[in-house]
């Protein structure tokens, strides 16, 4: 009889610790493509103006690193804003302006930006053309 207790214990440990490991997330990659993520929005940090924010990955659970591609439009920004986390971002195409700390400098394709933790920034295109970044950074615990 204890045999046979012991052994449905065992069973059902077993059963719930399979059971966790199906709800975590477990996939080995995930592919995304722009048209699953694209979403029309305003700038961010009060930017304004017309923006198309892809959120890559953001339902993914357990991951640190968020990873975003934005195409601001003429007119928009990514209002000017402390920065709480380093940030990178990394300028695919068209030409901008970005203020830094009170400094404002032209950016390209081919940029990289580091924004360190305590910095404040903020990103626009120029009006005659549309600015496309990628912006990668580590997201913070809520």
Excluded: C, W
Excluded at 1 to 24: G, Y
Excluded at 39 to 53: A, D, F, L, Q
Excluded at 54 to 65: A, H, I, V
Excluded at 87 to 107: A, D, L, R, W
């Amino acid at each position: 009889m204890k045999i046979k207790t012991f052994l449905t214990a065992i069973f059902v440990l077993l059963i719930t610790n399979a059971v966790k490991s199906q709800t975590s997330d477990t996939a080995k990659y995930i592919i995304q493509n722009d048209v699953e993520v694209a979403k029309k929005e305003p700038g961010t940090h009060k930017g304004g103006g017309e923006t198309i924010g892809y959120n890559f990955f953001g339902d993914s659970r357990n991951l640190k690193t968020a990873f975003r591609k934005r195409i601001l439009k003429p007119g928009s920004s990514i209002g000017y804003h402390l920065q709480k986390e380093d940030e990178i971002y990394y300028v695919i195409s068209g030409n901008g302006m970005m203020q830094m700390n009170g400094k404002t400098f032209p950016v390209k394709p081919g940029d990289a930006i580091l924004t360190r933790s305590g910095s404040s920034h903020g990103i626009k295109p120029n009006a005659d053309n549309d600015l496309t970044i990628l912006i990668v950074y580590e997201k913070m615990n809520k």
